[in-house]
């Protein structure tokens, strides 16, 4: 009786966990990137990094 009592509470468990996750499956989807513009704010830092990094994210 304890080990039914028991196995019921996994059950439960376990159907209450898939449910949680077939809701939080839609808002885990990707945007397309990037979404809108991405900006860099340079400093008086050299400038070779950040121009390097967005001629990259210009391509893809």
């Known amino acids: ?15 209450a966990g898939g449910c949680a996750l077939l809701t939080a499956a839609p808002a885990a989807l990707a945007q397309a990137f990037p979404a809108k513009p991405v900006r860099f704010i340079i400093g008086p830092a050299p400038e070779l990094l950040p121009r390097l990094v967005g001629q990259k994210l210009a391509e893809q």
């Open 1 to 15: 009786m304890r080990f039914q009592k028991i196995f019921n509470k996994i059950k439960y468990l376990c159907f």
